[in-house]
């Protein structure tokens, strides 16, 4: 089932429903890798860049289930990197390895 699971994440980085996310506000003054993010601030996920970063994926418009797999194909291994459904403490709906 490996291979299953690599072609339906592959699917969902490709086949996103949009290229943003849902809309997230900080609840108080955030830091965040040397930025300042002030209390009350929307935030956007750019999911089209998550998807389609060739520094991330190399090739990002090739369709290649292979690239969730382990070099013996044997083990599935999902992306931090794959955020169809947005992201947020209730993104569900991905298998986790």
């Not at 003054?29 to 750019?46: L, M, Q, S, W």
Request: a positive charge; one cysteine or more.
């Amino acid at each position: 089932m490996p291979y299953a699971e690599a072609v339906m994440l592959e699917v969902h980085r490709m086949a996103s429903l949009a290229p943003i996310g849902v809309p997230h506000a900080t609840t108080q003054d955030v830091e965040f890798k040397g930025f300042k993010i002030p209390k009350n601030t929307v935030i956007f996920a750019n999911l089209f860049a998550c998807h389609f970063s060739k520094a991330t994926w190399g090739d990002p418009q090739n369709f290649r289930p292979e690239r969730f797999l382990s070099d013996d194909e044997k083990t599935f291994s999902r992306h931090p990197n794959v955020l169809p459904f947005s992201v947020g403490k209730r993104q569900v709906g991905l298998p986790h390895a």
